[in-house]
Each structure stands twice: as structure tokens, then as C-alpha cells.
């Protein structure tokens, strides 16, 4: 039988806000998470072109640079927008409770 999936806290809200983006370990997936005009998002860390971690790239209004070859994914869908990167990244589910972001982790 499937686990359910359940909510995990991934930061806070605060630090958050201060950095934009987060790269952090949710329940032993690679996560980022990422901050854009008031609304808080998060997609799976890695990029899936280069293998590079998308918390070590460029943040610019609603996309990620990857560090590696500069191919960018739109970080509400995780979808790829700018070659080399065509495969999209998993998007994650997200919300906030008093200052803390939580992701939602389901296998």
C-alpha cells in the first residue's frame, strides 16, 4: 500500500524571504525552495539536464538558472523553459503555517 505523502517543514519564512532561494534536504529528497513576489514555491533541487543543483543558481522573476549550463525552469511548474534543459523538474506542493514552509512529500 502507497503512503499518503504528508507535509514537511523544509525552512522558515523568515530566512526564506531574507535568501530567495533555499536548497535543503526534505525526508532525504533534494529540495529547493524559492520566494517570487509573495508567494512561495519549490521544485525538486536538481537540475535535470546537468545534474547541477538549481539552489546554487540564478533566480530571475519566476525562473531558475541552472549553474551548470544556464538553461532555466519556470519555478511554479517546474516546467524547462530555455535550452539545453527540455525535461521539467517536480514541482512541490507548498504552504506556510505561523513562520514556517512546508513542502508536501509524497514517495
Known sequence: MREPGKWVRATSLAELLDRQVIGVDVLGVPVVVYSVDGEVF???????????????????????????????FDVCTGQAVKAPCIEPVRPFQTKIEHDDVLVFIDD
Do not use: F
Not at 45 to 72: F, N, V
Open 42 to 72: 519549490a521544485t525538486y533541487d536538481i537540475c535535470s539536464h546537468g545534474k547541477a543543483r538549481l539552489s546554487d543558481g540564478y533566480l530571475e522573476g519566476r525562473e531558475i538558472e541552472c549553474p551548470l549550463h544556464q538553461g532555466t
